[in-house]
Structure formats: C-alpha cells, structure tokens
C-alpha cells in the first residue's frame, strides 16, 4: 500500500511539475505579446512623432508659398499699371506723331 500512494504520490508531483511547466510558458508567451505590443506602441509614438514634425514643416512651407502668392499678386498689380501706362505712352505717341507730321508740313 506504501508504493501505491507513493506512486500517485509521483503522478500527482509529476502532473503538479507539468502543469507548471504548461503555466510557465502560456506567461512567457504572454510576457512577449505584451513586450510586442509595448514595441508597436513605442513605434506609434515614434510614427506620430515625425508625422507632426513633418506637419509644422508643412505650415512654414505654406506659410512661405502664401507670402510669396501675395507678393506675386502685388507685382502683377505693379504690372498692370506699367503696362496701362505703356500703352497710355503708345497712345500719346502716335498724337505726337501726327502732330509732328502736321508740323512739318
């Protein structure tokens, strides 16, 4: 009767011993999912990160290409009051041609 409880005494060690071993591993394979996520996380923060540097680069590059619109929109202005007094000078011109031809005859 000894050997038989010493017996179930070994299978139940045993079992004892493999459930911990079963229990062991589903923590480690737990531990590494976790340490997986905390990496994809660190990852997102990381991505995050540069994607809002890359939006305040953005902001002074529009900043920068608006200034320049307004300052091309001043110029075409400064443009146009050239060209209509060019063509005011083209037109007084031809008045002072005539009247020089009148003249000279």
């Given at each position: 009767?000894?050997?038989a409880?010493s017996t179930?005494?070994?299978?139940l060690?045993?079992?004892?011993?493999t459930?911990?071993a079963?229990r062991?591993?589903?923590n480690v394979?737990?531990?590494?999912s976790?340490c997986?996520?905390?990496?994809?996380?660190?990852?997102?923060a990381d991505?995050?990160?540069?994607?809002?540097r890359n939006?305040?680069?953005?902001?002074?590059?529009?900043?920068?290409?608006e200034?320049?619109?307004?300052r091309?929109n001043i110029?075409?202005?400064?443009?146009?009051?050239q060209?209509e007094?060019?063509?005011r000078?083209?037109?007084?011109?031809e008045?002072?041609?005539?009247?020089?031809?009148?003249m000279?005859?």
């Amino acid at each position: 009767m000894a050997s038989a409880s010493s017996t179930s005494a070994k299978n139940l060690f045993a079992d004892s011993k493999t459930l911990l071993a079963k229990r062991v591993q589903v923590n480690v394979n737990n531990m590494g999912s976790i340490c997986r996520q905390v990496n994809r996380g660190s990852q997102s923060a990381d991505m995050l990160t540069h994607s809002a540097r890359n939006m305040a680069l953005q902001e002074h590059a529009i900043k920068s290409s608006e200034e320049n619109l307004h300052r091309l929109n001043i110029l075409m202005t400064h443009l146009g009051y050239q060209y209509e007094a060019i063509h005011r000078s083209a037109y007084a011109l031809e008045n002072v041609k005539e009247q020089v031809r009148d003249m000279q005859r």
